[in-house]
């Protein structure tokens, strides 16, 4: 030290014009063009778009560089060699074109002094760094990028005997030198996290592989080009920091400039580390060697130590320097992201090894045990998302932990939750999953009445605070948390097998939520967390994590359960979603649907929320069949009920049956109170009821031909999909329907055929068109149906109008209507039980299914006797488990919910309010067209303009997969998949319809996908 970086400084940059870069370039290249300035901090570079070529032929842009005076030969050698080798290896890199006189280098004379100069070609593209969210694949893409130039520089001898402040070589004497400029509320913390990287990184840097190194591949130096759509990293800038180095080094000084970004979560590190590792092995290359996957993490932390310290130290000689001002608020929350994750963790969640040593964290078995005062050992508690001891009606609340503890105390005098399993009530909904805290990273007692923890081996005390003590047991370290040891234990002092290590500290009856509220209980409760540690880690490990720091942080915490003896199944909670998905896959058809490329593992939802097997609260904006909210437990008890009397089927006598039917029609009846309907059919799903209206009409009617809308679907057997239109769901629908179906067009005044005022009628002149021409032929039609609202057009309200008009054209001609309510139905459009009935028409027929069981098998056919009774003439109905007792118990339990806790009037508020605020997000995102349909039934059309209309179905499964990461589960709808769905159970509350918008105002705000 002083660096080579800061030393230049004290000379200025090149006194050199434009014009001149311009005169120089058409002297020395034979180009001329347009010559605008670059920035550069202590050389210049000009870009020149040359008009010709010396051949008469285009060439692309170039960058004229002049070296800063001071630069050596050597140095302009390695950054020219390291050009050139990576754009012989296909990367796209500013490759150095020759001059006139065949060199790579030029000399120019400036202000007395000798410069080098090169001409480089200008890689075209953005950078990432001003882009808050980068998408895992571009990640992904820069890691294989880094891999690329490490193997391509591999072979390229370093000449220079170069010192920078960037070369992580150094880092911790360029940090302690500049510790002087950076504010001392953070110097202690900036030293202290050098100290102890460096630390680490002494302990195998004489075994770390050396090359030469671009080192500064970062989001500022790597162009990004959208290819195929989708933006991608083609090529890396500014070799200005070359040098031979830790090739390790590289990849360091990559992860930390992805630390200020918003990542969907730590698993796209890990994903950003695996491309590398392929990379660097492929083709016979050098793996990361066991030194360097240990120095990675710590050289994380101390390039961003280093960036920190030199941009204070930037604006402590320019303070005016407001570029630098900003670039130190990324800086800091970088150092702080790098230095909050403990290096092994972070090297056990970046590198795990097949071969990795157990041993250090695997502890005997029944090293410890826990006593109640009364002598009584613990009862193991499962707080994993398929356990059994946090009932679901205590979940999501600020006050669940406390909660399920006391209830299990109500139980057990003494329990104990393990270590390993995520926990369910640790769920947050509205937070993002990866800041879920759901793992603990320590075992936790509880009891009513006090008690101890007792080591059953012999111990050192290491440090004993208030509530908390160290101890060495062995090759681990015990940590206990919210402990009253004794006295007597100072460090040093030995402990004998059975002796106690100390008492649980009681905890108030009032409990205290981080939202501020409170909960009271009847008792007291005595707590106590403990883990064991191998003895060498870190001493301020956090006691809980997010799930995809869990493979990190739970490899160093795993032998806890292990020493109290407790039998868990571990990490067996966390299903493997891709084997699971490979297992599905192996007996189903392959078009069965699936949502999302990486599905999550669902494991139990609540009200408005899914649980994944984690522990993570995910908000369900898609399950309209949740129409109470999920696992309710007034349907659980009322079908457990059913199942625990009688379950048969509908040829005997029970009173479910006719309770249910009569509930039914109560739900049909008009402002004076009687009911068009006097029939109730109960069937299993929405196919099932669709294919009996059908039925029904012909039947009754005597005709065979039925009238349907395009763009429709209606269910999967054989004459449900033959009146399915949707060419989503099936390409050649039009082209293939059956001689009985006649498709009549979908009255979608938002972007069909005919659109806004007028549209209506226009609609409905063309459905008279068809049913005259249909009467003409000889083959009037028995029904003509609809979707109440078309929920496959994007759960767009039809053209104003047409409803009334097609009831009354049906009627002209003798045919009967039916209303498909399968989706739409059962209180979710708010304004109406029914959504036929803001419509202003009373269908002949009604089916409906999904919601009514909120999930058990139930549907229905809604009608007049008159008509339903024709069915006798082609033979008895019976569905044996239609109408079941245990359906009909279904059945009613949801109607008394819906009633009972209003959830009409809540889809009709929540859902106004949504919409309310989803069009004012269309204000700033151009891509939302319009939010279709009415109360809780909603659809949010993206377009890639709004004149043309141009669905964007790839923007909507990208806005899709990417709320997931947000915790929201929405999936794309509609003929042409541009449509978000918006149909959550109808518990969907203000605060939750809130979350959902600002999830995604979030992402619509994002550049890239
Ligand atoms: C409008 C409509 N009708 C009928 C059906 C078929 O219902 P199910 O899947 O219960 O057979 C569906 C299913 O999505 C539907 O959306």
Redesign the pocket.
């Known amino acids: 030290m002083p660096m080579a970086a800061t030393e230049a400084a004290s000379y200025g940059r090149p006194a050199i014009t434009p014009e001149l870069a311009a005169t120089l370039v058409a002297q020395r290249y034979g180009l001329t063009g347009a010559v605008t300035e670059l920035g550069s901090q202590q050389d210049r570079n000009f870009l020149l778009r040359p008009d010709t070529g010396p051949s008469g032929a285009s060439v692309g842009a170039l960058v004229f560089k002049v070296f800063h005076p001071a630069t050596d030969a050597a140095v302009v050698h390695d950054q020219v060699a390291a050009m050139t080798a990576l754009a012989s290896a296909g990367i796209e890199a500013p490759a150095p074109v020759a001059a006139a006189d065949g060199t790579l280098v030029q000399r120019v004379a400036l202000d007395g002094a000798d410069h080098f100069a090169v001409a480089l070609r200008f890689v075209e593209g953005e950078q990432l760094v001003d882009e808050r969210h980068l998408p895992t694949h571009l990640v992904t893409g820069l890691a294989s990028l880094v891999a690329r130039v490490s193997r391509a520089l591999a072979d390229v001898p370093a000449t220079a005997d170069r010192e920078t402040q960037w070369d992580l070589r150094h880092a911790a004497t360029v940090v302690s030198e500049f510790a002087p400029a950076v504010p001392e509320d953070r110097r202690g913390r900036l030293l202290a996290v050098t100290e102890r990287a460096w630390a680490r990184v002494q302990q195998v840097a004489d075994d770390l592989p050396v090359q030469l190194i671009h080192g500064d591949i970062t989001d500022d130096n790597v162009v990004a080009r959208t290819v195929d759509a989708r933006p991608r990293v083609v090529g890396v800038i500014d070799f200005g920091d070359v040098v031979g180095s830790w090739r390790i080094g590289e990849v360091a000084v990559t992860l930390a400039s992805m630390l200020h970004h918003d990542l969907d979560d730590h698993g796209v590190l890990r994903a950003m580390t695996a491309t590398l590792e392929q990379g660097l092995a492929a083709d016979d290359g050098l793996p990361l060697t066991p030194a360097e996957r240990s120095a990675l993490w710590p050289l994380v932390q101390l390039r961003c130590a280093v960036l920190v310290a030199s941009g204070w130290q930037q604006l402590a000689v320019d303070p005016h320097n407001t570029y630098a001002t900003t670039r130190m608020a990324h800086e800091w929350r970088s150092f702080e992201t790098a230095a909050g994750l403990d290096a092994d963790a972070m090297a056990a969640l970046l590198l795990p090894r097949e071969d990795a040593d157990a041993s250090t964290t695997e502890a005997p078995a029944a090293l410890l045990a826990l006593r109640g005062v009364d002598g009584g050992s613990p009862t193991p508690l499962s707080f994993a998302p398929d356990g059994d001891d946090a009932p679901s009606r205590l979940l999501l609340r600020p006050d669940t932990e406390a909660l399920v503890l006391h209830h299990a105390l109500a139980r057990h005098p003494l329990v104990v939750v393990p270590q390993r399993e995520p926990r369910v009530t640790s769920a947050r909904p509205g937070v993002r999953p990866d800041r879920q805290h759901t793992y603990p990273l320590a075992a936790e007692s509880v009891s009513r009445g006090g008690h101890e923890l007792v080591t059953l081996s012999d111990a050192i005390v290491l440090s004993a605070g208030p509530g908390t003590l160290h101890v060495r047991i062995g090759a681990h370290r015990l940590e206990v948390a919210d402990v009253q040891p004794s006295p007597a234990y100072v460090p040093g002092a030995l402990l004998t097998a059975g002796e106690s290590l100390g008492r649980a500290t009681p905890l108030d009856q009032v409990s205290t939520h981080a939202d501020g509220s409170t909960t009271t209980l009847e008792h007291a409760r005595h707590h106590l967390r403990l883990r064991l540690l191998p003895a060498s880690a870190a001493i301020d490990l956090p006691w809980d994590c997010p799930a995809d720091l869990a493979p990190g942080y739970g490899a160093l915490v795993a032998g806890t359960d292990a020493a109290l003896g407790l039998a868990t199944s571990g990490t067996d909670h966390a299903v493997d979603a891709a084997s699971e998905q490979a297992r599905r896959n192996a007996f189903l058809p392959d078009n069965t649907e699936r949502y999302y490329a990486r599905p999550p593992v669902f494991v139990r939802g609540w009200r408005s929320h899914l649980l994944d097997a984690d522990g993570r609260a995910h908000l369900d904006m898609v399950n309209n069949v949740a129409a109470i909210g999920h696992s309710h437990p007034r349907l659980q008890a009322a079908v457990t009920r059913a199942l625990g009397r009688l379950n048969t089927n509908s040829r005997f006598l029970y009173r479910d049956l006719a309770d249910l039917s009569e509930r039914i029609l109560e739900t049909t009846r008009g402002a004076d109170g009687t009911s068009p309907y006097d029939s109730v059919v109960l069937v299993n799903?929405?196919?099932e009821a669709?294919d009996l209206a059908l039925r029904m009409a012909t039947i009754a009617t005597g005709r065979r031909q039925v009238v349907t809308h395009a763009e429709g679907?209606?269910?999967?057997s054989t004459a449900a999909d033959a009146i399915t239109t949707s060419a989503y769901d099936n390409p050649h629908a039009l082209d293939s329907r059956p001689s009985w179906v006649t498709v009549t067009d979908v009255p979608n005044a938002f972007r069909g055929t005919h659109r806004g005022e007028g549209a209506g009628a226009a609609y409905a002149a063309d459905l008279n068109g068809v049913l005259d021409g249909l009467v003409d032929a000889g083959t009037a039609p028995a029904a003509v149906i609809m979707?109440s609202i078309l929920?496959n057009s994007g759960g767009v309200v039809p053209a104003a109008g047409y409803s009334v008009a097609m009831q009354e054209a049906a009627h002209r001609v003798g045919a009967l209507t039916i209303a498909?309510e399968?989706?739409v139905g059962y209180a979710r459009t708010g304004e109406s039980f029914w959504a036929f009935q803001a419509e202003g028409v009373t269908p002949d027929v009604v089916v409906c299914?999904?919601a009514m069981g909120n999930g058990v098998p139930l549907?229905a056919v809604i009608t007049r006797k008159e008509i339903s009774d024709q069915l006798g003439r082609e033979g008895t109905f019976f569905s044996t488990t239609g109408g079941s007792p245990v359906a009909c118990a279904a059945g009613l339990a949801v109607l008394d919910v819906l009633a009972d806790e209003a959830l009409q009037a809540n889809a009709k508020a929540v859902g106004d309010h949504l919409a309310g605020r989803v069009a004012e997000l269309a204000e700033r995102h151009e891509s939302i067209a319009a939010v279709h349909g009415r109360g809780l039934y909603r659809g949010i059309e993206l377009v890639t303009d709004r004149d043309s209309l141009t669905p964007d179905a790839a923007l909507t499964a990208a806005v899709c997969e990417a709320l997931l990461a947000r915790g929201v589960i929405d999936q794309a709808t509609s003929e042409r998949q541009n449509v978000l769905k918006v149909k959550p159970p109808l518990t969907l509350t203000v605060e939750e319809a809130d979350s959902y918008v600002d999830a995604l105002d979030e992402v619509l705000s994002r550049k890239w996908f």
Do not use: F, L, P, R
Not at 713 to 716: A, D, K, M, R, V
């Open positions: 799903s929405g196919t669709v679907y209606h269910g999967w979707e929920g498909d399968v989706q299914a999904k549907g």
